[in-house]
């Protein structure tokens, strides 16, 4: 008699993986609810069962197409029963490595995330916001899908989840804007595999989605905070979002620029493992030992096709996104902003070389005391001053460029934005960030048309100004600063 059939794999298996069977298994728990409740139904002894999250996620991801009915209805059926079985069944799928997933349950899994979203279960929230962070991938345009079919009660109910969806979104389109899509290596043996689609081919809907998020819930698209419009304005030579720009953004520009980009927000741009590998560096690996994981990073996340591309979204989690406790910083361990310049520093491509340094830069140029973090602007000040005594070539670099930043970003909000700046360098002064000023006003290593140019730019007056003038157009502030001296002069 021939054995029976071994039951279906989730992962790829690999000489370093662990076999089902085994305990240290992802997919032990599933295999093993599997074997006690091989085919989960709404039946009352099926769904009192403690092993029916499990099961009921095995038969999910695992069944042929087209999927069994009896399985949501089983779905529905006991998270209608037992209130705690939803964030169960969605915590089970949640456990297994994505990147491991074969194509048939990655496709199920959107799937199953459909039918939580669709009954607003408890739990939807984490799966989508996880799935979010692995955009691109084979099939991915199921979730823009989702996110399209639910996005008004996403609006009322989990706006930060839709924020993040809008951002991730835009993030991928001006990743992809100047960088050719790979070709696909997907297996293409079952149903969903053949029609799956993934959001680079979906260009269209993509940025419809992003268009009509932008005009009907802008007051959610608003939560992003600043780096929406950094992200907008990589986009301002797409033609859809042209009339956007006339139409709708100029008039708000200051308002949100005024807003800080929240942690979560950079983080759902990179990949949970990106985010894992950098906490590792910047608060376990000592000065003097990085070099080897940073070896370890590059190849994993950078030297891949499009790995450079998200070293711009990468700069933006680690100013925004960690913000080390005063225990780490004097632990010796590696500082964000010597993380920062590796990245800068192993850039090929101009373009993403420049997106970085903005990046790095963006917060300077709206930088209020008061409402800024000044650990979202120390990365750069300290890239600046550390690098002074031996790669002076780096700090030339970002002065240059945070000159042509205040000259050249918004010409109409010129005088507003160098406010911001000197109140950035005078706040890293009086927090303490770095005790002064002359490395980079003194050291003669640096061009002497930079530190000529630096030193006029910090003894203009009217720093003060910078909190009531960052955002607003130059002519605006203008007017303002003119009826305060005629008021003082009355």
Known sequence: MPPPPSPPRLLAGGDHHPSPTSTSSPEHPFLSAHLLLPSPSPFP?????????????????????????HLPVALHA????????????ASALLSLPFPLLLPHPRARLLVAASELARAAAPGFAPLLGSLLRRVPFAGDARLLEIFTQHASFLADEEPQLLASAIFAFLRLLARNRLSPVPSSAECKDCEECRSTKSLEECRGRLVSFCVSMLRDHFHVCALIGR????CLHELALVPEFQPL???????RVGDVCRMNTPGWCTAVVITAEMETQLLFMMNNVKW?????????????????????????DIVRFICCGYHPTNEVMQSGVIARWAVIGWLLTG?????????????????????????????????????????VSQYADITNMLLEFLFLLIDNYDVQRKEAIARCVKSAFVVLVKKRVVTSLDPLTCCEKLSPLLRQKLVAFLSSSNLGAAEDSCGKPSD????????KKSVCSS
Not at 45 to 69: I, Y
Request: glycine share 4%.
């Open 288 to 312: 003097g030992d990085q070099k080897r994981y940073q070896l370890w990073f590059a190849r994993k996340h950078l030297i891949v096709p499009r790995g450079e591309e998200r070293i711009p």
């Open 347 to 387: 850039c090929s491509k101009g373009y993403v070389v420049a997106n970085a340094k903005l990046a790095l830069f963006y917060d300077w140029l709206f930088f209020e005391e008061g409402r800024g973090s000044v650990m979202n602007i120390e990365p750069a000040m300290l890239l600046m001053v550390n690098s």
């Open 245 to 251: 720009w006339r139409e709708l953004i100029l008039d």
């Open 476 to 483: 605006v502030v203008s007017k303002e600063t003119e009826l």
């Open 78 to 89: 006991a998270g209608a029963r037992f209130p705690a079985f939803y964030q169960a069944f």
């Open 227 to 230: 780096d929406l419009v950094r």
């Open 45 to 69: 002894a099926d769904l009192s069962s403690p092993h029916l999250p499990h099961a009921l996620a095995f038969a999910f991801l695992t069944q042929p197409s087209p999927l069994p009915r």
